[in-house]
């Protein structure tokens, strides 16, 4: 097998913008949470896809908190940045925010953590680049995602010997 590649996180980080229409919230104008979930998952999964450079699934959605909510109107972003990799694993944190198209008033809205694995041909987990960090913030994001990843494993196999 040839040696894994390395790219940065710059190399796969994307912003994904959709303006909120009335279709995407309910009656008080507040996009649905479901709605915000799936586009997250898009997001974090084009990030994972251009990282792993195959096809990717969710396999993990670490906890969402809504701090405020996203109204009918505003454009709404999804920046996604890979912050972690094991050996078919890609872990993605994804910042949402809301912006006010007239104003530029921009809300952080809720953030998520999301992991992928990347898929061969035949479907089975497989290897992905390393990830090269470049940057202070992102080898203090690293360390943070190995804990969390420590934290998943040790919650599985807890789950498994029940």
């Given at each position: ?24 919230a ?18 974090g999964g084009?990030?994972a896809?251009?990282?792993a ?28 940045f890979?912050?972690?990799?094991g050996?078919s694993?890609v872990?993605?944190h ?37 990830l ?9 994001r690293?360390r943070?995602a190995e804990r ?10 807890r789950?498994?010997?029940?």
């Amino acid at each position: 097998m040839p040696a894994r590649q390395e790219k940065t996180v710059s190399d796969s980080r994307i912003i994904m913008h959709q303006l909120m229409m009335p279709e995407h919230a309910n009656a008080l104008g507040n996009v649905h949470g479901g709605h915000v979930m799936k586009l997250v998952d898009e997001a974090g999964g084009i990030a994972a896809m251009r990282h792993a450079q195959r096809p990717c699934v969710t396999v993990a959605m670490d906890s969402m908190t809504f701090r405020s909510p996203v109204h009918v109107g505003e454009l709404m972003s999804c920046e996604a940045f890979v912050t972690f990799v094991g050996h078919s694993s890609v872990e993605v944190h994804v910042i949402v925010r809301a912006e006010n198209p007239i104003s530029g008033a921009t809300t952080h809205t809720n953030s998520a953590t999301l992991v992928y694995v990347a898929l061969d041909d035949a479907g089975r987990p497989c290897g992905v680049p390393r990830l090269r960090l470049e940057r202070e913030d992102e080898r203090l994001r690293w360390r943070e995602a190995e804990r969390r990843q420590e934290q998943r494993l040790a919650e599985t196999r807890r789950g498994s010997s029940g």
